[in-house]
């Protein structure tokens, strides 16, 4: 991947989250994605307020983190879960 190419699949998360289940639904995406050897980049909304409002307008959720691919909405962990265990990460992300 070129310096100019950005990852069509991004992450929106939080580097302050408080809560156990966003930290752990965090690192298990990233890890997912990894496995699978999908490209992402990370958003972090704790720092990036119109980030966050961007995120927020274009899937009508507050909850982190939020899965995006070319800057609409994909889902959450649970789709994102049950796309993995159905072997159909690429297919759910659109980028196969």
Excluded: C
């Amino acid at each position: 991947m070129g310096d100019a190419e950005v990852p069509r699949v991004v992450v929106y998360q939080s580097s302050v989250a408080g809560n156990r289940l966003v930290k752990q639904s965090q690192a298990r995406i990233e890890a997912i994605l990894n496995a699978r050897k999908v490209a992402f980049s990370v958003v972090d909304v704790a720092v990036d307020e119109e980030a966050k409002l961007y995120m927020q307008g274009k899937s009508g959720k507050t909850v982190l983190p939020q899965i995006f691919v070319d800057r609409e909405f994909k889902g959450l962990i649970d789709q994102l879960e049950e796309a993995n265990e159905n072997g159909e990460v690429p297919q759910f992300l659109g980028v196969a």
